[in-house]
């Protein structure tokens, strides 16, 4: 007779959470490390008296942390996620109604970014005894539709537990998509709330210690064999890192293949940290916030060794980069979705780390040839003294993001972790940045979700504390995206857990307002200004008189604010320097001037611009709109701008 314990549906649940464990070839950890959690009427008799009776019989077996916002729950298991390459996430739990609603930005930023988040929003009664409930949503049409299922198109799974005996099914398959290196995301499990309090009888052998084993597939031998093909006939190949380098733990091989070879490296956001910023091979970021040196070379690129990327448009500068009219793409993906992007017949469907090694080995002796490794030289050379003079303090009160971006390099450790989500941050850090550790440039640029910063920053340090780091974390964000999101500071204060936070004040949306320049819109509502009754408009000069500094100190957070004079990017430098010394969470704010820009990257990036308008701004913008676009390859053939001599010289 099988082994039981009588239990609810809650208890049963967060039990069978904390026996999960992810194994990745010797390494073995929690796949859930702790419960998010913001309780409502929704599941404080269900998950929430489930945690708290664990707690009280075991405590530390499923930890459960406070949270102020139930999107930066989301954000924060992402964040833990990221760190630990995939391997170990949270699970978020949220009251029905607005709680679970409030979750959705956050599901598909996780699922966006291939980044495994366990979501357990709460539900209306599955009884419908007492219909409508508070917080229900009522449809004529569909009296069963209900908020949670907004999570279907932004979760990589969903279910609902509508019995309590559909509990094992359910959670089973939630672990398995969870766990996976090619469907992980967001995954989301719905509880109606009266169903988390129901009991059953719960089989002793689900609540056992359970190991998920990632997969690490070979490359087949038909595949690789053709991949070695197309790169021994190549002239001028290069590599495009993308994050799945960094989730299959193969910085090493790439490295390895790069110097075996010689083909140069350049990287996407999530790739970052992918290889060093000072390796001969490494030409920087690509596409449309990339270096001149990676774009340059992208556009005469004839073979692309696409690793663990997505392929998105600032990737591929909204398919600019490559000019090369007979450019092959080999796209190593272990999710056969991304694997075949660019209508490519060059598909390796199979690990990172395992695909690199076997690439290197299949490959021999082979190399690039002389004048190829001497162009990717001069690039390199060319772009790193152009980030020299970026990086140089302009002795201005209000300097540019970029001296800013130094300041903070400079200040900085190499293992320390730079943090970023939105707005004209990450652009500059992608172009500027130079990463020395593989873990140490995180900017969510799927999503780009404007709040992302403090939360995932939060969740990063979580993710480095659990494996025993103390390596700082470094939060840079603009004034909109704080706005935006800022309430997990006091989660960090309540925690005693440390970040710095660096504010760059610019009053307004910086990033938009230098798009709306170039589509022809003149900032038209990307400053923060005080509303002008005479123009029924917010463009004035009267900046807003909101104190972000005093708002953090409200917070509990050790404050410092840079003024605004010659030494300001000196004076950064020394607030990092004290933040560092700190075992506190500090807040850097210092203002900047937005219109002085980072060096451009020779990349671009399709905003379509009005076709017709009485603005002369709007007209001379299309105008330049269709001659960018006239570069744009098609899924198959070549660019239209394209020919064969400009392309291939």
């Known amino acids: ?83 630990h390459r995939r391997r170990g996430t949270y699970a978020c739990a949220a009251s029905v109604g607005p709680g679970a609603a409030n979750m959705i930005t956050g599901a598909a930023l996780a699922t966006s970014n291939r980044l495994p988040a366990l979501l357990l929003p709460s539900d209306t009664f599955a009884t419908r005894t007492t219909d409508p409930v508070l917080q229900q949503l009522e449809h004529p049409h569909d009296t069963g539709l209900q908020v949670t299922d907004a999570f279907r198109p932004v979760s990589r799974f969903f279910d609902r537990v509508q019995r309590p005996e559909q509990l094992f099914s359910i959670a089973l398959a939630a672990m398995r998509v969870l766990t996976d290196p090619a469907e992980t995301g967001a995954v989301t499990i719905a509880l109606p709330e009266d169903v988390q309090a129901e009991a059953l009888d719960v089989p002793v052998e689900f609540l056992q210690d359970r190991e998920w084993h990632v997969r690490r597939p070979q490359p087949e031998a038909g595949p690789l064999a053709r991949a070695v093909d197309a790169l021994r006939a190549a002239r001028r190949p290069l590599i495009v890192a993308g994050g799945g380098v960094l989730y299959s733990g193969a910085e090493q091989r790439l490295r390895e293949l790069a110097e075996a070879t010689g083909i140069p490296v350049a990287t996407t956001q999530a790739g970052g940290g992918a290889l060093d910023w000072d390796h001969p091979q490494y030409v920087g970021g690509i596409g449309a916030t990339g270096s001149t040196a990676a774009n340059r070379l992208a556009a005469r690129a004839d073979a692309v060794i696409g690793v663990g990327t997505r392929y998105s448009d600032f990737t591929t ?173 006091v989660t960090a204060v309540a925690e005693g857990i440390k970040i710095i936070v660096i504010l760059v004040q610019n009053h307004g949306f910086a990033s938009i307002g230098h798009l709306s320049e170039t ?49 300001a990017i000196a004076d950064l430098g020394r607030a990092i320097a ?72």
């Open 317 to 489: 500068a909204s398919r600019t980069a490559f000019q090369h009219p007979d450019v092959a793409f080999v796209n190593i993906n272990i999710a056969p979705f991304d694997a075949y992007k660019h209508g490519t017949q060059l598909p390796v469907i199979a690990d990172a780390r395992e695909t690199l090694t076997a690439l290197r080995a299949a490959l021999g002796g082979w190399q690039v040839d002389a004048e190829h490794a001497g162009t990717v030289a001069r690039e390199k050379a060319a772009w790193d003294a152009t980030v020299d003079q970026a990086f140089a303090p302009s002795g201005l009160a209000l300097p540019g993001q970029a001296e800013i971006i130094g300041a903070v390099q400079a200040a900085t450790a190499p293992e320390d972790v730079i943090v970023q989500a939105a707005g004209s941050l990450p652009g500059d850090l992608h172009k500027l940045w130079r990463v020395r550790d593989p873990l140490g440039y995180h900017v969510e640029y799927a999503f780009s979700c404007m709040g992302y910063e403090i939360a995932g920053g939060l969740g990063a340090k979580r993710g480095l504390l659990a494996d025993g780091d103390e390596r700082d974390v470094i939060v840079m964000v603009g004034d909109g995206s704080y706005l935006m999101l800022s309430s997990e500071l």
């Open 1 to 83: 007779m099988t082994a039981t314990r009588r239990m609810t549906v809650g208890q049963a649940l967060v039990e069978f959470l904390a026996h999960q464990w992810t194994v990745d070839g010797m390494h073995r950890e929690r796949t859930i490390a702790g419960v998010f959690g913001i309780f409502g009427h929704g599941n404080v008799a269900g998950v929430g008296q489930a945690l708290a009776q664990l707690h009280s019989e075991e405590p530390g077996l499923m930890p459960y942390r406070q949270a102020r916002n139930e999107q930066a729950m989301v954000h924060q298991a992402v964040g833990y996620a990221r760190m």
């Open 578 to 649: 004290r933040a560092k010394a700190s075992d506190r969470s500090t807040f850097i704010h210092i203002n900047s001037d937005p219109l002085r820009y980072a060096p451009d990257g020779e990349g671009w990036w399709d905003v379509p611009v009005a076709q017709t308008s009485q603005l002369e701004s709007t007209r001379r913008s299309r105008a330049e709109y269709e001659t960018q676009r006239a570069a744009q390859r098609p899924l198959l053939g070549s660019p239209a701008a394209a020919t064969d001599e400009g392309a291939r010289s």
């Open 519 to 567: 589509v022809g819109s003149g900032r038209f509502g990307t400053k923060y200004r005080m509303y002008d009754g005479r123009t029924d408009d917010f463009q004035g000069d009267d900046v807003l008189p909101v104190d972000l500094a005093m708002n953090a100190r409200s917070y509990g957070l050790d404050v410092i604010e840079v003024a605004p004079t010659a030494d």
